[in-house]
Nanobody
Framework: QVQLVESGGGLVQPGGSLRLSCAAS????????MGWYRQAPGKQRDLVAV???????NYKDSVKGRFTISRDNAKKTVYLQMNSLKPEDTAVYYC?????????WGQGTQVTVSS
């Protein structure tokens, strides 16, 4: 059984920072790709950032230079450091682990950027 547990969301002022964590339990492929998605009210879920087991990354254009994704393979954990947050970053953030024949989602954590 695979479970992803997210933490680190909350309320922050514009320009502030948050660090999201997603810890996986159970059997996860060593080659799995890990990523973060977000969904704002009334919008579809969008990819924010993705990282391979080797450390290659890709980002949504609007977060480049502000967000950093990283992972600790030994801890089966993926992180999203979010700096210079903007109100348009407000969304529920979901972590994802994808491998052959399977994909897993976290429960979501709310990030609200407001003054």
């Amino acid at each position: 059984q695979v479970q992803l547990v997210e933490s680190g969301g909350g309320l922050v002022q514009p320009g502030g920072s948050l660090r999201l964590s997603c810890a996986a339990s159970g059997s996860i492929s060593s080659n799995a790709v890990m990523g973060w998605y977000r969904q704002a009210p009334g919008k579809q879920r969008d990819l924010v950032a993705v990282i391979t087991s080797g450390g290659s990354t890709n980002y949504k254009d609007s977060v480049k230079g502000r967000f950093t994704i990283s992972r600790d393979n030994a801890k089966k954990t993926v992180y999203l450091q979010m700096n210079s947050l903007k109100p348009e970053d407000t969304a529920v953030y979901y972590c994802n682990v994808a491998a052959y024949f399977s994909a897993y989602w976290g429960q979501g954590t709310q990030v609200t950027v407001s003054s």
